[in-house]
């Protein structure tokens, strides 16, 4: 009876996912493409949900539609805009990377569409159980590294800032 | 009535290409980071649909998430990537205030 809103919730998280992409992209004014970055991230969520991937999703929202819009919101705060029209976004080799990107994206967009298998939601249960279980035993070492890579990246980031005028 | 793999694989793609575009035309370097986390975040939308269609094909456990737990290491590397990102566009800021990349073609500090 309910068939139609998966479909329907796909399409309106692909609309969402790809015209704000667009928008970042082709946009100027910078603290809407921020905004706009979360939206497509907040949409891509909602697609993982639709994948069945419901921890995915959180962190998702956690990390990106959170963590992540609130410090580019901080970069965009602290850099200054230099408002220069479109004179340097419509350069001379645009042809040229029209061209390139014609001849990745057509074969990738067949090969893609080449998928025909359904997508059925996950198992009662969720995801988060066989998620903790795969990253916590067969995936501990990599999560060891990945938090000392995440200790570095802080330290770095606050040498990098941190003004030495004093 | 089912959403097919290819139609995820299809966004996915669009969007990574979109990202990409972006990186290569603008030249604000904030929006240039941003246009990197779109990217990221397609690769992640792949690597979840691909790893759906895995555990049901028979192939293996069901219950297998290496999809998901790949996905859990962008996340991580995307959280780093983006501060220490804008740490360098701040401290390259402060020698020199501009966030043109056009304009920040030294690498003298």
Known sequence: MFDFLEPFFFGLFALGIIGAGAAVV???RITAQALLMALTFACMAGMFLLLGAETIALFQVLIYVGAITILILFGV???????????L???????WAAAVVLVIALPVAFLALSFHDPITPSAKGGDLIPLAASLFTDYSFPFEVASVLLLAALVGAIVLVKRDDQ | MTVPLGAFIAVSAVLFFLGAAGVLVRRNAVVILMCVELMLNASNLALVAF??????LGAGNPLDQRGSVFVVFVFVIAAAEVAVGLAIILAAYRNRPTVNVDEL???KG
């Open chain 1, 89 to 95: 976004f419509f350069q001379q080799q645009t042809p």
């Open chain 2, 51 to 56: 790893s759906r269609r895995a555990g049901q």
């Open chain 2, 105 to 107: 073609h030294q690498m």
């Open chain 1, 26 to 28: 082709t946009l100027r």
């Open chain 1, 77 to 87: 705060m602290f850099t200054k805009v230099d408002d220069r029209g479109y004179g």
